[in-house]
């Protein structure tokens, strides 16, 4: 079974560029996940998605951070402008999604790092 | 709003000897899950073990146990016969209803040789 797919890997902007992640999750996975692990950090959730619609993005800066899931499949997370503090690695994850409460394992892909200078 | 604390910024271990990584967190909610991850220098985060609240036993997974105590939420890693491939950033996480990942900070775990 393929793992969640991210690219690209590595990603080099000056501030107030733009930039876009693209992420694949699992195969049938309902839920998708945006995590932002800034260096010396643990992941912070910026959104999450179950299918196409947005369960959760209230720490996602929506003055510059923009997110959509296409057709509850492939994910999209897009920063404009980026600031100096956006330097992170930007981890996507999914699950298979379900009842609350019930186990939904989340597997990450392997994340991008983004620097922004 | 759930926190994870984790007041080991690092952490080291002699090989095959054994290490205890803690972590506490805060949560009104009475179900929930608590995992620990692994994140070698390729950032891939690796599910280690997983806990859930509702079962007093503490789980195990080969040489990784947790010391789960639910009343003072405290939620700790013990890795025996530590190897040089354990050598990673290890995180605590909380999972309640809202299904998203609460993490904690972080140790950086140390083997040597």
Redo the contacts between chains.
């Keep these: 079974e393929a793992g969640v797919a991210q690219s690209p890997r590595y990603k080099i902007i000056e501030k107030r560029q733009s930039v876009a992640f693209w992420c694949n999750p699992i195969s049938g996975h309902a839920t998708l996940y945006w995590y932002q692990q800034i260096l010396g950090q643990g992941p912070k959730l910026l959104i999450q998605f179950q299918n196409n619609g947005v369960v959760d993005d209230s720490q996602l800066p929506k003055d510059r951070f923009s997110a959509e899931r296409l057709k509850g499949v492939d994910s999209t997370l897009k920063i404009q402008p980026a600031k100096l503090e956006d330097s992170a690695v930007y981890l996507c994850a999914s699950s298979l999604g379900g009842m609350r409460g019930s186990y939904n394992e989340q597997f990450f892909g392997p994340g991008t790092r983004l620097t922004v200078l | 709003a759930q926190t994870?604390t984790q007041s080991q910024p690092e952490m080291s271990v002699q090989e095959a000897e054994t290490v205890t990584l803690s972590c506490t967190y805060d949560t009104s909610e009475s179900?929930y899950?608590l995992f620990w991850y692994k994140q070698p220098p390729?950032?891939?985060?690796i599910?280690v073990i997983?806990q859930?609240a509702y079962k007093q036993q503490n789980a195990t997974e080969n040489r990784f146990s947790v010391n789960f105590q639910k009343a003072a939420k405290s939620f700790s890693l013990k890795i025996s016969d530590s190897q040089l491939g354990d050598a990673a950033m290890y995180?605590c996480?909380y999972r309640g209803?809202?299904?998203?990942?609460?993490?904690?900070?972080?140790t950086r775990l140390t083997i040597n040789p």
Aim: proline share 0%.
């Design positions: 994870v179900d899950y390729s950032r891939q985060m599910l997983r859930e995180f996480a209803g809202a299904q998203k990942l609460v993490f904690g900070q972080g």
